[in-house]
């Protein structure tokens, strides 16, 4: 597992989120990833609205793309989107 990925999981851990959450928001960043055919941490916020933009597209239902909107602005430590 990646860095990231131990991040995330262990932030969703503090939060208390159920197992589903996890995997629903695991499964929105490793789309993200695919998407643009790179590692998931090494992409930016600025790169999400084109995947959404994307999926809606595609017809994905809208409560797909609220998990995905809920799941990127998990904040991370060392992320750039956490305020000191």
Do not use: E, W
Request: net charge positive.
């Amino acid at each position: 597992m990646t860095a990231l990925r131990f991040r995330m999981i262990d932030q969703m851990k503090l939060r208390n989120f159920a197992p589903k959450t996890h995997q629903a928001y695991l499964g929105a960043v490793t789309g993200l990833a695919q998407f643009y055919h790179a590692a998931a941490d090494r992409l930016d916020g600025s790169q999400i609205p084109k995947l959404l933009v994307h999926r809606i597209d595609q017809g994905l239902a809208p409560s797909s793309i609220n998990v995905a909107i809920c799941a990127f602005p998990l904040p991370l430590p060392g992320d750039a989107r956490v305020d000191p």
